[in-house]
Structures are given as C-alpha cells and as structure tokens.
C-alpha cells in the first residue's frame, strides 16, 4: 500500500475540482465500477424485493403504520440478518470502489479483498456515529427540554429537533471521509479514521456541509421522480414478482449510479484535502 502523508490536513476545499475529478474517475473507471456495483448495490436490492414477503410495504408512506409495525415484528428476526448481509454487501462494494479508483491501483481481486476486510471497522464507525449522536441529542434537547417545560411552551421543542437535524448533517460531514482513510491510508481501526476524517475536514467542514446537503437534495428529488415512475410502471403489472422485480431493478439502478459517484467523490475529496500520497510526489521528481 502506498503511504500518505498524515500529516496533512489543511488543504483548501474547491467543490467545483472535487465533483469534476470524481465524474472524471467515474468515466475512467465506468466499466469495473459497474460490474461492481452491480454486484454488491443492485444484487441485494432486486433480492430484497423478491425474497421478503410484501417488501413494498416497508418502504410505501401510506401504509397503514400499526399494520406495518406488526408485519416488522412477525419477521424481525429474518429483516434483521437480510438487512445485515445487504450492509455486508454495500459496505464491501463501496470499498472495493475506493480501493480501484484510489491511487494504489490495486488488481479487482485485491480491492474486493480490501472491500471484505473493512467491513468490521465501518460497522463500528456506524456505532460510532450512533453513540456520538445519542450523545449530541441529548445535550440537545436537555437545555431545550428545560426551558419548555419553564415556560410551559412545548412548541420549543421544535427547535431542538431543527438543531439536531443539522448536527446529523455536521456529524455525517465531519466522519464521511472515514471510509476512504481505512482503505486508502491502510487502517483498520475504526476510531484512527473517525480522528483522522474529523481533522481533514475540520478547516473546511461548512464548505463540505454544504457540499453535501446540495447532493443530497438533488439526490432526494431525482430518486423520488424515479422512484415514482418506475412505481407506476409496476403497478400497472399488478403485485407479481414482475412489479416487485422491477421495483427492485429499478431501486438497484439508483442505488448503483449513486454508490459509483459518492465513492469517487469520496476518493476526490479525500485526495484534495489530504494532499498527493508520498509515493506519487516521490515519483513526480524522479
């Protein structure tokens, strides 16, 4: 594996150059990212809708609730390990993505071996993120909560839930490079990454902020516009494993195209802030 330089992280955030390079590195490396993805992202998607029983209903908001909540409890114990293997496969799929477009350059074989590897750390990076926002939300609403039930308005409430929206917006900024140091800079201990995630984008984290909640709006709409085209298109085949089949492909496909272009603009971001690798300085003076 290549080293990097740890010590950097003070480098200037440019969205324009971090989206550009990541469509660059997607062009590049279309065909393999695909197969990939399509393995790992699309696979278990299409899965799910044709393996667990009324799966639309889990994810259609007009079902009714108290019916939903007693379908999750009949099947807890099967959602629980599909939804565990489905983590399994995107974790080691978005991995492998890193790793390819990354600048080692590994082999496919190499990168679906890094994918697997870091499978654990990112599962306990998850618990990381969890605790530090069980945490956030409770200093939170503690203060808010107090000064409600005071002054009798309950409606302040509100406030506290506006706050800790954007402290889950800031908190997912703040760790969203984790993956990319634990492939990348050859770590597999899940708090190094977290530390070292925080301190590259620290000097820019509202610029990053930003950056990704214009992705993730601009995500949100298009996939609601397909989601419900394609949602239509399968309803018009009934509730067979047709509709389900094309929900599932339909979802995947999304899934797919996104995971693609959030690794490599992962890989971007990681490489504008942390700066070149020390082999690839070492190589532009020999």
């Not at 696979?43 to 019916?67: K, R, W």
């Not at 409890?73 to 959602?79: K, N, R, T, V, W």
């Not at 990319?180 to 070292?196: S, W």
């Amino acid at each position: 594996m290549r080293e990097y330089n740890a010590t950097r992280g003070d480098m200037k955030f440019n969205m324009n150059t971090v989206w550009s390079d990541a469509i660059e590195l997607v062009r590049e490396n279309f065909q393999l990212l695909a197969v990939i993805a399509a393995i790992f992202l699309l696979l278990p998607s299409l899965a799910a809708y044709l393996l667990v029983p009324d799966f639309q209903n889990f994810i259609d908001p007009t079902v009714d609730q108290e019916v939903l909540a007693q379908q999750m409890l009949d099947m807890i114990g099967p959602l629980i390990g599909l939804v565990a293997i489905a983590m399994i496969f995107q974790f080691t799929g978005y991995g492998a993505m890193i790793a390819l477009i990354g600048d080692n350059r590994p082999t496919v074989g190499q990168a679906l071996t890094m994918g697997i590897k870091i499978v654990p750390s990112t599962f306990a990076i998850m618990i990381l993120f969890v605790i530090a926002y069980m945490i956030g939300a409770f200093i939170i609403t503690l203060p808010v909560a107090l000064v409600a039930g005071i002054l009798g308005a309950p409606a302040l409430t509100v406030i506290a839930i506006f706050v800790i929206l954007i402290f889950v917006v800031w908190l997912m900024t703040r760790m969203s490079l984790s993956l990319p140091v634990l492939i990348l800079e050859d770590t597999l201990n899940p708090i190094t990454a977290v530390l070292r995630s925080f301190k590259l984008t620290g000097p820019n984290q509202w610029a990053i902020l930003l950056f990704w909640f214009v992705l993730g709006v601009v995500y949100m709409v298009i996939a609601l516009l397909l989601t419900g085209v394609f949602s239509v298109i399968a309803a018009l085949m009934g509730s067979g494993v047709i509709a389900m089949a094309i929900l599932g492909l339909a979802n995947g496909a999304i899934g797919m195209v996104v995971g693609m272009v959030i690794c490599a603009i992962s890989v971007s971001m990681y490489s504008q802030l942390a700066g070149p690798s020390t082999s690839v300085i070492e190589d532009t003076f020999e």
